[in-house]
């Protein structure tokens, strides 16, 4: 059975600085997302990651795929307010787009 | 934009009823999802479809059945609402085509059952 685990489930920060998210997950899989959640709000596509080594960016938003450690990382640089939300990883192990999903890790960047 | 529409986004219901969620999507998107939220645990699939009349029980599909008798519209349905069914709902769609596509999510419908 795949099982996600993301840390930290909360995290709160100040502006301007730097934090890594963390997704670990127990099978072997080349295809990874990442999703940003708003309070009351549905899911929104961030990154996907679809080979080992993937690096992909978008502002301040940085995310990689290291295969071989069954783990992929989401970097936060220079924090600002907005980008408080609730992150999800999710793996596809079986090419049919079936997704495991992390526990989530809910950010709040502080002025 | 691909637009995923489920049907309410807040529903109240006595345990024992039947319960029909009803999700609509814009895009001609193959496969369809259902998801329950809850906090600490992520999104857990209960169902997919792949087609019409198709479908696939996801990690925890117990209490609950789905329908899809269009490509476009994708039901899932609570025979009998127990307490435990309390949740956030997501509803989801991907194509198949080429590469690997995301889901794209509806907005949610918090369902809480008394």
């Known amino acids: 059975e795949l099982k996600v685990e993301q840390n930290p489930l909360f995290l709160s920060m100040q502006e301007g600085k730097n934090y890594t998210i963390y997704c670990n997950y127990s099978?072997?899989?080349?295809?990874l997302y990442w999703y940003r959640q708003d309070p009351g709000k549905s899911l929104e596509s961030l990154f996907v990651?679809?080979?080992?080594?993937a690096v992909k960016q978008e502002g301040r938003l940085m995310a990689s795929l290291d295969t071989k450690a069954r783990l992929s990382t989401l970097h936060i640089t220079a924090a600002v307010h907005d980008l408080s939300a609730t992150y999800f990883c999710?793996?596809?192990?079986?090419?049919?787009?079936?997704?495991?999903f992390g526990g989530g890790t809910r950010l709040m960047v502080k002025p | 934009d691909v637009k995923v529409t489920q049907s309410s986004r807040y529903l109240v219901k006595r345990t024992g009823e039947k319960v029909f969620l009803e999700c609509v999507q814009d895009?001609?998107?193959?496969?369809m999802f259902w998801y329950r939220q809850d906090p600490g645990l992520g999104l857990r699939l209960i169902y997919f479809?792949?087609?019409?009349?198709?479908?696939e029980k996801g990690d925890i599909p117990e209490g609950y059945s789905v329908s899809r008798e269009k490509k476009e519209r994708f039901s899932l349905i609570l025979e009998s609402a127990s307490t435990n069914q309390t949740s956030m709902y997501l509803c989801?769609?991907?194509?198949?085509?080429?590469?690997?596509?995301?889901?794209?999510f509806g907005d949610g419908t918090r369902l809480s059952i008394l």
């Open positions: 989801a769609s991907s194509s198949i085509g080429t590469g690997y596509q995301p889901q794209h």
């Open positions: 099978t072997t899989s080349d295809r």
């Open positions: 990651l679809l080979s080992n080594g």
């Open positions: 999710a793996v596809d192990i079986n090419a049919g787009n079936m997704l495991t």
């Open positions: 895009m001609d998107h193959e496969n």
């Open positions: 479809s792949y087609d019409v009349k198709m479908k």
